[in-house]
């Protein structure tokens, strides 16, 4: 078939979406299209395939064995032209655009930013620290640092670091209880989000279950860095990941009475669209970062 005999291509996307949601009104919702269009497109697709190509249920769609054939291949089509464009954009428009959560931006990414500046002098970086779910299509942004299971549909996601966490507090806070010896001495003092699961999963392993958190005197800040923040003020015990606050256990600021640190499976990832993935300024970046977390955290074998 040449060319000039391929279906138009509204059609064809039209088709792509609505095979790969299994719903013509997700479909219709992606494309900014009503869904009668959406209907009236795959109308068009099927008369020039001369075939059906879903089946109609009642909460959906299914493919035909020809829809499914065509599905395949059509998206297949469709990924290499996005990322033939990605690669187009990225080549010519300099400047990264970085959504990253509070906590790794601080206390991380804003001490080696520098290296990557002048290791990529073309490449300008622009950062927003947010923690809400970042829709690609619409806000610009180029890639995310974001804290989870890595389970994002659509999106690539690169494992950069575990979660790790252990309470930390003021040394003057501990000494006003005359110090803490025990993990049993951390419930005479006020927790800081003592509300996050983080708490309960410490103390069960450090051997204090059913510890009655909802009972106890607690706080709210929201991300790490706030907390960590309050809890060098002496407003009480902050449950924070050690190698993010190095520099406040060194000076004295913070102290980390244990040395048990807990994990929930989670983990902080570089995420963004698939169709971005050979986008010439990630893929520098994503080798960067990389390469600056060889050895971290520290102490790492």
């Avoid at 996005?82 to 954009?89: G, K």
């Avoid at 002048?118 to 923690?131: G, H, T």
């Amino acid at each position: 078939m040449s060319r000039a005999d391929l279906p138009p291509l509204p059609a064809l996307r039209a088709f792509e979406a609505a095979a790969r949601h299994k719903n013509f009104t997700q479909a219709a919702s992606e494309l900014g299209l009503t869904q009668a269009a959406v209907s009236y497109q795959i109308k068009v697709l099927e008369e020039r395939v001369r075939a059906p190509l879903f089946v109609r249920q009642a909460r959906g769609v299914d493919l035909t064995e020809v829809g499914m054939r065509l599905a395949g291949q059509t998206g297949t089509a469709f990924d290499m032209i996005a990322d033939a464009y990605a690669h187009a954009i990225g080549a010519t428009q300099g400047t990264l655009s970085l959504s990253v959560i509070p906590t790794f931006a601080t206390s991380f990414l804003a001490h080696r930013l520098g290296r990557f500046q002048m290791e990529n002098p073309d490449i300008a970086v622009r950062i927003e620290m947010s923690e809400v779910t970042i829709d690609f299509q619409t806000s610009g942004f180029d890639a995310a640092i974001r804290a989870g299971y890595g389970d994002w549909p659509d999106l690539m996601a690169h494992r950069l670091l575990d979660t790790r966490f252990s309470p930390m507090l003021s040394p003057d806070l501990a000494a006003s209880i005359g110090g803490v010896k025990t993990p049993g001495d951390l419930l005479k003092l006020p927790l800081l989000a003592g509300a996050c699961p983080w708490w309960k999963a410490w103390f069960d392993a450090a051997g204090v279950p059913h510890v009655a958190l909802n009972d106890l005197p607690r706080h709210q800040f929201g991300p790490q860095v706030l907390e960590a923040t309050a809890a060098i003020a002496g407003h009480g015990v902050a449950m924070l990941t050690p190698s993010f606050f190095e520099e406040a256990l060194k000076s004295g600021q913070l102290i980390q009475p244990f040395d048990l640190t807990c994990d929930d499976g989670s983990a902080y990832w570089l995420t963004y669209p698939k169709a971005f993935r050979n986008t010439p300024k990630i893929k520098t970046f994503r080798r960067w970062l990389r390469r600056e977390l060889e050895g971290y955290p520290p102490g790492k074998a």
